[in-house]
């Protein structure tokens, strides 16, 4: 779900490049990685959001967790900031979008999974060695690129 400070930005600047804060988290546990499969374009996803003014990175992703799969994690681990062209997103709005994302690793959460339906069609556990194909472009896949190397 988009903040409202940005849907208040886009009246202004209508589809013009926007540079956005986001924060992410892959969630693993033996050897496997949790996706959700996003509602607005069918893809499978890590999980996470934009930045709400005022709000710290692991606010965001402590929010995003517990709102889009029910979860609250219990150590998060910083991974690795991702930004430039791969960050660089054209939305199924016409929004054009440059990311700056930091991605947190978590093995360890409370709470049951419970997905968000407005937002997230299914979460599923897939192999780190057998991702599925259809995974949320660029910014998901470049996220992804070598993780099997990670967990």
């Known amino acids: 779900m988009v903040p409202e400070y940005v849907s208040n930005l ?41 930045l709400e003014l ?19 994690p219990i150590n998060l681990k910083f991974y690795k900031i991702f930004s430039g062209e791969d960050m660089h997103c054209i939305c199924a709005s016409g929004d054009e979008v440059y990311y700056v994302n930091v991605i947190f690793l978590c093995d360890e959460y409370e ?15 897939f192999d780190v060695d057998n991702l599925p194909d259809n995974i949320n472009t660029p910014v998901d896949k470049a ?9």
């Not at 692991?58 to 995003?64: H, I, L, S």
């Not at 049951?112 to 599923?124: H, I, P, R, S």
């Not at 996220?143 to 967990?151: F, M, N, S």
């Open 10 to 50: 886009r009246n202004y600047i209508g589809h013009d490049p926007l540079l956005l804060v986001a924060a992410g988290t892959i969630i693993y546990k033996d050897r496997k990685i949790l996706l959700q499969k996003r509602g607005d374009n069918g893809t499978w996803s890590i999980h996470g959001g934009c």
């Open 54 to 72: 005022g709000e710290t990175i692991e606010e965001t992703v402590r929010r995003e967790l517990k709102e889009e799969i029910g979860i609250t």
């Open 111 to 125: 709470g049951e999974l419970k997905q968000d339906d407005d937002e997230v069609v299914e979460l599923k556990w």
């Open 143 to 151: 996220i992804l690129e070598g993780i099997d190397k990670v967990i």
